[in-house]
């Protein structure tokens, strides 16, 4: 990796080299129980970078041509990216699975109806969340675990429409199509 790479925050955070603004490595938030997981709200940005700056964490870095090209090009950080989103799986009681011809399937685990009380409410501030995870993956180059996840996503806003709203909906649905 050239010398601006390893200079590169995520780049650095994701590679265990650095850690976030907050002074945590990437290894600690991936240990984080749940409770920690939704009540800390400034670690998101870290996990999941997008090239719009955060509203909600000023000191997030964004993506750049750079760092996308190096995600979709490193098997090493596509591998810790989906680290990070088994992580987020885990916490909403989803799970990634191989399916038939070694397709991916995101789906519910044993644990999604104790998860769910937990954030499929009206206007839950994981939707965002949920929005913020589609397009990263998508953006870094994990576009096929972005579509399974909208997958699963979409039969889950088929269950609970009311409490997940249109307007979630079309978040979620713009962000895996948005990019190529």
Not at 49 to 61: D, H, I, Q, T, V
Not at 83 to 98: D, I, N, P
Not at 162 to 174: D, F, R, V
């Given at each position: 990796?050239?010398?601006?790479?390893?200079?590169?925050?995520?780049?650095?955070?994701?590679?265990?080299?650095?850690?976030?603004?907050?002074?945590?490595?990437?290894?600690?938030?991936?240990?984080?129980?749940?409770?920690?997981l939704?009540?800390?709200?400034?670690?998101?940005?870290?996990?999941?970078?997008?090239?719009?700056?955060?509203?909600?964490?000023?000191?997030?870095?964004?993506?750049?041509?750079?760092?996308?090209?190096?995600?979709?090009?490193?098997?090493?950080?596509?591998?810790?990216?989906?680290?990070?989103?088994?992580?987020?799986?885990?916490?909403?009681?989803?799970?990634?699975?191989?399916?038939?011809?070694?397709?991916?399937?995101?789906?519910?685990?044993?644990?999604?109806?104790?998860?769910?009380?937990?954030?499929?409410?009206?206007?839950?501030?994981?939707?965002?969340?949920l929005?913020?995870?589609?397009?990263?993956?998508?953006?870094?180059?994990?576009?096929?675990?972005?579509?399974?996840?909208?997958?699963?996503?979409?039969?889950?806003?088929?269950?609970?429409?009311?409490?997940i709203?249109?307007?979630?909906?079309?978040?979620?649905?713009?962000?895996?199509?948005?990019?190529?």
């Amino acid at each position: 990796m050239s010398n601006s790479t390893k200079q590169n925050k995520i780049l650095a955070f994701y590679l265990g080299q650095q850690p976030d603004s907050q002074g945590r490595a990437i290894e600690d938030i991936w240990s984080w129980d749940y409770q920690k997981l939704e009540s800390v709200h400034n670690y998101i940005q870290w996990l999941f970078p997008l090239r719009e700056k955060s509203r909600f964490n000023s000191s997030a870095p964004t993506l750049n041509d750079e760092v996308i090209k190096a995600f979709r090009t490193s098997e090493e950080l596509r591998s810790r990216l989906f680290k990070s989103l088994k992580v987020m799986l885990a916490f909403y009681g989803l799970e990634c699975r191989e399916g038939e011809n070694a397709e991916i399937v995101i789906a519910k685990s044993e644990k999604y109806f104790l998860k769910k009380r937990q954030w499929i409410e009206k206007f839950n501030h994981n939707y965002l969340r949920l929005t913020r995870i589609l397009t990263s993956l998508t953006e870094l180059g994990l576009k096929n675990y972005a579509l399974a996840l909208f997958k699963c996503l979409d039969d889950i806003y088929n269950e609970d429409k009311k409490s997940i709203g249109l307007e979630t909906y079309t978040y979620w649905k713009n962000a895996v199509n948005s990019y190529k």
